[in-house]
């Protein structure tokens, strides 16, 4: 069975520190993957998507990035955050193919900017 | 633009029935999902819709209509594991998922 996993679940970080969030997913072999950020009261936002190694969509204009290094990881990072970068951070995956079907995500991580 | 539209809050006793709206106004219509989502937690996904009319998985049902470009969740027979939010969100023309800000449904005994 496919399994998707991200870490760290929680973290604090000053602003101006960089971050690097990290998600994996198993069970599954060139899937869809997506880093999404969910802010209190608004819907989620898609921020990177991926249909394979090296291909990476950037959906929203900010000083984040991503990129896929392996065919089942992908990361987000940032080499200086930013107060407004706080939020739940989720990383999902769907199955390859040209349509997004339904996503499976990970267990999320909450970043708190200072 | 793209809107989706659903209900802040709720509130509903268990054992009763609710019913979760959702509006949308998209660019194309290429299916809308549901996702549940406990307080902390990732989302699940509940229900899909592409057609109009009434999918009913167990206690849960969602209903569709494209003309009118809505959408409800029906869960019965509430129970206490139900509180949570749920997400509303449509595909697009181009594949792309819009979503919901959500619906906090609040259970009480």
Redesign the interface.
Known sequence: SQTIHQWPATLVQPVGSPLSLECTVEGTSNPNLYWYRQAA??????LFYSVGIGQISSEVPQNLSASRPQDRQFILSSKKLLLSDSGFY?CAWSPPG???G???????S?LTVL | GQN?DQP?EMTATEGAIVQINCTYQTSGF?GL?W?QQHA??????LS?NVLDGLEEKGRFSSFLSRSKGYSYLLLKELQMKDSASY?C?V?DSN????????TKLIIKP
Not at chain 1, 41 to 46: A, E, F, I, N, V
Not at chain 2, 95 to 102: C, K, P
């Open positions: 009261g608004r819907g989620l936002q898609l989720l040209g349509e997004v339904e996503l499976f995500f990970g267990e999320g909450r | 989706i802040t290429n999902f996702y902390g937690e990732a989302p699940t996904f899909y997400l969100a595909r594949y792309q998922l819009i979503w919901g800000a959500g």
